[in-house]
């Protein structure tokens, strides 16, 4: 059964958060290590801020490339549209929304040159 499209994006939200905290602890990195991460790229936070996004509250989108470049992953990823951490596209499974209404996702590219940036931190 599909979600109607307020719990879609409410779930969307959730899985961000989710998948926030998921891939800090699967790098074994510390909120204080993406704060710097995310320093780095130019963008100011806390480890207040950080665990507030962690649990749901305060996630901004316009932070998620930075953010999925400070965890070494996707954008795609963090928003669930994936399961593999380095894939830009996502997963050939559509996207329900409502009713019987459900939105194919497969052939979206979501920023391609941030795994770049990424990269440049495991170097730093």
Known sequence: MALSAPDAHRERHWMC???LTERRHKLGLTQC???ERLRRLGVASSNRALSAMEHGQGLDVGRLPELAGALDCTVT???GLTE????WTPDDTPVPVTGDLTVPIAGW???PEIPDRASSLRHA
Not at 84 to 87: A, C, G, S, T, Y
């Open 84 to 87: 593999d951490p380095q894939r």
């Open 109 to 111: 590219i979501l920023a």
């Open 77 to 79: 990823y963090l928003l």
């Open 17 to 19: 958060a989710r998948r």
């Open 33 to 35: 290590e993406v704060v």
